[in-house]
T-cell receptor, first 114, second 111 residues
Framework: EPEVTQTPSHQVTQMGQEVILRCVPI?????FYWYRQILGQKVEFLVS????????KSEIFDDQFSVERPDGSNFTLKIRSTKLEDSAMYFC????????????FGPGTRLLVL | GENVEQHPSTLSVQEGDSAVIKCTYS??????FPWYKQELGKRPQLIID?????GEKKDQRIAVTLNKTAKHFSLHITETQPEDSAVYFC??????????FGAGTRLTVKP
């Protein structure tokens, strides 16, 4: 069964550095999402992406964040200047074109900002 | 925007008993309500979902009910087993295609 994949599984970075988190959605999916989960807390919506543009973003998704679909398979989340509070698990998800609701999550990237 | 409240935050039951987790939402335009199970260190896994045109849905030991008027929905797990132990999240998708999650319920099933 196809799955969403994410790389890297873990990333450690210094405060102020840029990080790029990568996701490969399920191949026939057209809706893509990024979520964040701070340790022990709930899953928080960051952004949804469809037809090569952001369709919705949350209050968390400020100017430090950006998303891109650089080619036909990857979907990336960039954090320009990381802060300590960006430390979290970042999940990518994707959903099908005709059943846009059901979202399938990737395994996550654990980001630690020192 | 949408706001989802989830209760209880922790729930402990004996194996074989039922477990019920409740969520409320604020946006009357929300039309899709999934439930996710998350084991420690793993991704959220969809276990059941319901759309706003349906009042109840069942899949073996798991059922979900939706009351649109009251804006609440519930997860019911019957005949609980130790492997049901996990954190369960409800979520609501608004018309804007963003998904808001509840705070989670840590379910412990004691053998």
């Amino acid at each position: 069964e196809p799955e969403v994949t994410q790389t890297p599984s873990h990333q450690v970075t210094q405060m102020g550095q840029e990080v790029i988190l990568r996701c490969v959605p399920i191949s026939n999916h057209l809706y893509f999402y990024w979520y964040r989960q701070i340790l022990g807390q709930k899953v928080e919506f960051l952004v949804s992406f469809y037809n090569n543009e952001i369709s919705e973003k949350s209050e968390i998704f400020d100017d430090q964040f950006s998303v891109e679909r650089p080619d036909g398979s990857n979907f990336t989340l960039k954090i320009r200047s990381t802060k300590l509070e960006d430390s979290a698990m970042y999940f990518c998800a994707s959903s099908e074109p005709l059943r846009g609701e059901t979202q399938y999550f990737g395994p996550g990237t654990r980001l630690l900002v020192l | 925007g949408e706001n989802v409240e989830q209760h209880p935050s922790t729930l402990s039951v004996q194996e074989g008993d039922s477990a019920v987790i409740k969520c409320t939402y604020s946006d009357s335009a929300s039309n899709y309500f999934p439930w996710y199970k998350q084991e420690l260190g793993k991704r959220p896994q969809l276990i059941i979902d319901i759309r706003s045109n349906v009042g109840e849905k069942k899949d073996q030991r798991i059922a979900v009910t939706l009351n649109k008027t009251a804006k609440h929905f519930s997860l019911h797990i019957t005949e609980t087993q130790p492997e049901d132990s996990a954190v369960y999240f409800c979520a609501a998708r608004s018309g804007n295609n963003d998904m808001r999650f509840g705070a989670g319920t840590r379910l412990t099933v004691k053998p």
